[in-house]
């Protein structure tokens, strides 16, 4: 039986990727490699232990699981990057490189790595930015997403890789808590309100970002792995996103529903990063490729954040 194969898959857009793959596939089909050890929900399912930089296991799995699909989600994101270069390199430049590689070698299999906002940088325009703007970024993340493009498309256009992929922006989840990106105050925000607390934020009140809701991200990565090939031009580097906001915005968003809630800010490091990044994206091409529709608006995501993290 050919199965899809998740690295990374632990993380914050992994955990909600494996949830739909195993609805879509069966769990049979879906393996999960992280180098973290798997939470208790998927503790049924199969997982190895695999650092992308070893890409001698890498192979090995993925002849003996007959894998056909990968979602390449091992990474080391914006603010964990600028902390640690070095590692960022490694697990983001030289791990993807050695997948694809190996990728190259196997008849029949397709790539999906997500990329992200984080490859614009201070001179990409700041909104409706579009996919064919400049991307220079300034952060080790964000070259590492850049050179995940430039690569995925190499390996196609030499090898005949199917490779894909898109540029996310930030996500937004109630299932796992997020790492170490420089959107994360978002969810912060949300499980700060939810438990009675005040939050403190670390952007600035006006730091327009754009954003999706996660239900969003997933179905849009599924989608752009199934679109027919033929209509496909950019194949790699697709923005996507469903709104924008500021942390002020969402504070009042919030404070709509639960208006007990309180905040100040107290701006770090991170709010460099986010001034190198768009404040909103043209997504025309993923809707004119492969029909990319997101379906929440801010307010229904606000209105079902805070309607699921209450449950928990
Ligand atoms: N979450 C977001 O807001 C966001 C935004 C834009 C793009 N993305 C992209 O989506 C993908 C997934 O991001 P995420 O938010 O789930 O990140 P995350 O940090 O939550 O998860 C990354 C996972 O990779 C694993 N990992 C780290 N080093 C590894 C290694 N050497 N080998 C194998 N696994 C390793 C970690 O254990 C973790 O489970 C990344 O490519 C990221 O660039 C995410």
Redesign the pocket.
């Known amino acids: 039986m050919s199965k899809v194969l998740v ?9 909600d990727l494996l949830k739909a793959l195993i609805i879509k596939h069966g769990k049979d089909s879906v393996v999960a ?4 050890e798997p939470p208790s929900i998927f503790k049924d399912l199969h997982s190895e232990k ?5 890409p001698e296991m890498l192979k090995k799995i993925l002849v003996k699981e007959d894998v056909r699909k990968i979602y ?6 914006s603010a ?1 990057g600028e902390k640690n270069p070095f590692f960022a390199f ?3 430049i030289r ?1 993807t490189y050695d997948l694809l590689r190996i990728c190259s070698e196997i008849e029949g299999i397709s790539v999906m ?6 490859v614009y940088g201070t001179d990409s325009p700041k909104d409706n930015v579009s996919t064919r703007a400049p991307t220079r970024p300034g952060t080790m ?1 964000g070259i590492s ?1 850049v050179t ?1 493009e430039l690569l995925g498309m190499y390996f196609y256009k030499k090898f005949g890789l199917d490779v894909r992929g898109l ?7 109630y299932e ?1 808590q ?4 420089t ?2 105050y978002s969810v912060d925000m949300f499980i700060h309100a939810v438990k009675g607390l005040k939050y403190s934020c670390y952007l600035r009140e006006d730091t327009m970002l754009p954003m999706m809701y996660m239900p969003d ?1 997933i179905k849009s990565m599924i989608n752009l792995s199934e679109a027919d090939p033929s209509r496909l031009i950019r194949r790699i580097d697709y923005n996507v996103s469903a709104f924008s906001f500021t942390p002020s915005q969402l504070y009042s968003a919030i404070r709509r529903i639960i208006p007990d809630f309180t905040m100040d800010y107290s701006v770090d490091s991170r709010q460099e990063i986010a001034d190198s990044w768009p404040a909103s994206l043209d997504v025309s091409d993923a809707v004119l490729e492969w029909d990319f529709k997101p379906e929440y608006s801010m307010e229904s995501m606000v209105a079902d954040m805070i309607m699921n993290l209450r449950k928990d």
């Open positions: 690295t990374g898959a632990f993380g914050q857009v992994g955990s490699t992280d180098i973290a695999l650092d992308v930089r070893n390449h989600l091992a990474s080391i994101l964990s490694d697990v983001n791990g790595i997500p990329s992200s906002i984080a993340y997403k995940g540029r996310f922006p930030g996500l937004i989840s796992t997020p790492t170490a990106g959107t994360d991200a």
